[in-house]
């Protein structure tokens, strides 16, 4: 069974940075993207950013230029650097993983949470 476990979630104050990691419990090869997700209170869960196994990255317009993601494969992880931290970061933030057969999986989120 697919899990993926997220650390890396705090408080931290505007400007600061952050560090999420997203472990899968099988090899991320099975997995043509992975990502992340974020949801904020009242509002739709959005994009944040994904890569998939060769690379390729995508990024929400409201976080390119501060947020990057990378994937380690050797240990079937997934990052996202957060840097220049806004209020409006503000969210839980989900580990995605979809596979070769599109199917998705979805970690339990952690909190983030930037104080101005």
Same mark, same amino acid.
């Given at each position: 069974?697919?899990?993926?476990?997220?650390?890396? #979630?705090?408080?931290? *104050? %505007?400007? &600061?940075?952050? @560090?999420?990691?997203? +472990?899968?419990?099988? /090899?991320?090869?099975?997995?043509?993207?992975? #990502?992340?997700?974020? *949801? %904020?209170? &009242?509002?739709? @869960?959005?994009?944040? +950013?994904?890569?998939? /196994?060769?690379?390729?990255?995508?990024?929400?317009?409201?976080?390119?230029?501060?947020?990057?993601?990378? @994937?380690?494969?050797?240990?079937?992880?997934?990052?996202?650097?957060?840097?220049?931290?806004?209020?409006?970061?503000?969210?839980?933030?989900?580990?995605?993983?979809?596979?070769?057969?599109?199917?998705?999986?979805?970690?339990?989120?952690?909190?983030?949470?930037?104080?101005?």
């Amino acid at each position: 069974q697919v899990q993926l476990v997220e650390s890396g #979630g705090g408080l931290v *104050q %505007a400007g &600061g940075s952050l @560090r999420l990691s997203c +472990a899968a419990s099988v /090899t991320s090869s099975q997995f043509a993207a992975m #990502g992340w997700y974020r *949801q %904020a209170p &009242g509002k739709q @869960r959005e994009l944040a +950013a994904t890569i998939t /196994t060769g690379g390729i990255t995508n990024y929400a317009d409201s976080v390119k230029g501060r947020f990057t993601i990378s @994937r380690d494969n050797a240990k079937n992880t997934v990052y996202l650097q957060m840097n220049s931290l806004k209020s409006e970061d503000t969210a839980v933030y989900y580990c995605f993983a979809r596979n070769w057969s599109l199917r998705n999986y979805w970690g339990q989120g952690t909190q983030v949470t930037v104080s101005s």
